[in-house]
């Protein structure tokens, strides 16, 4: 099908209203499109093991072979910059659909990006083939991640000479800098502008809040196990990620008073987070460099309980991870990172919840918690393992209550504050 082939369009932020949306649909399935039934990419995402056993996510043509441009920035994602195995899957995912759209369409990649309205269009009316004839479509979070792999890629291949400069200034506008302060404008003689994406759908605004003390102890009286609650607590009270909790290794955890004996300097509980390229669970520490976190005397207890509940697993004595499945098979095998949500989700329902808790509303709480306590802001930036105290930043919003408590310390017209 080439019907975009020559059409071009101006490429906007922009929400697609109901009618609009309507209008599309209708265009592609005139075009041949069954909406019904989804649509396969000719192109797709694949894991690629090397032989030192580091993983990365390729995308695939239809013969099987590596598309050079692509394989090239994915490789420099996981080796170039050392990122996670996880971050060069959802890269290739988004460019394999961008490739297939530009086959589909007969462009070239390289001169699309003029075009990229129509793939934004494309992206929210046709749905995804699912396993089983089912179709799923893509939201605006979804559609602007894809987005954003597109202009990664873009900006790889401009530098390495794959791409002209010319793609990028379809991608990419100059912010004005007319609401700069004057020490920074034009007549200053300092040109002082930020490239900002020309293509982003609106999204509307939900961002999961950290769960409450009140939820986190409904959750850990709802666990059936030592290592359940474990869990939860170092989720909460230690503010670990996900893979960083299943990536650990019994060695990581320094649960005595003294850790000399273990050639470690740290002085009392605490463990050590650290990245490791092959973990067999594919559990990824994020941060590149290696942290201790103190382990509070409630953590440390959880810990002892569950070291006693792992021993009486046979199978897992062998496990060098410091948690394994224990009630479900493999039994003793290391837990899946993917595992600590079902946990959740599972204690959320059981607890009564009126919505599920996920790991990093966990983090978010102890982050929370942290700010609420006092807690400076690179002391925060450490715990968290954070390389940008900008990451750390948004963690110390305020509450409701703080801001009604800030009220009402502000006294009434003709009433002295001392």
Known sequence: MNAFRGSGTRSVTTRCPARVR?????????????????????????????????????VLDD?????????????????????????TQA???????????????????????????WFMTWLTVVPTALPGGAVRSRGPRRINAILAAVREFAKHAVATGDAPPSMLTALYQQDDDRWLPLELGRDSGARVSRPRPRHRVQAPVTEAGPATDQDVLAV???????????????????GLRRGELAGLHREDVHAMPDSTALRCRIRQEHLHVRRRDDNQNRAWAKSRRDRAVPMDLVVVQAYDQYLLERNECQTAAACDFLLVNLFRAPVGAPM???????????????????????PHMLRHQFATNLAATGAALDET???????????????????????RDAVDRVPPPGVSGG
């Open 63 to 87: 013969d099987l072979r590596p598309h050079p441009a692509a394989d090239a920035f994915l490789q420099h994602v996981r080796l170039g910059r050392d990122g996670a195995e996880s971050t």
């Open 220 to 238: 850990f009286r709802a666990c059936g196990s030592a290592r359940d609650r474990f869990i939860v607590l170092a989720l909460s009270r230690l």
């Open 336 to 358: 899946r990172v993917g595992a600590f949500n079902e946990l959740l989700t599972s204690l959320s329902r059981r607890a009564g919840l009126d919505a599920p808790i996920h």
């Open 381 to 403: 930036q450490d715990l968290l393992g954070h390389a940008n105290p900008a990451s750390t930043q948004v963690y110390f919003h305020p509450s409701p209550d703080r801001l």
């Open 22 to 58: 309507a209008e599309c649909r209708s265009w592609f399935v005139r075009s041949g499109y069954r909406l019904d039934r989804g649509w396969e990419p000719a192109m797709r995402a694949f894991v690629v093991r090397l032989p030192s056993g580091v993983r990365y996510w390729t």
């Open 91 to 117: 890269y290739a995912t988004g460019i394999a659909l961008f490739l297939s759209w530009c086959a589909e369409t007969g462009a070239d990649w390289w001169d699309s990006g003029s075009r990229l309205g």
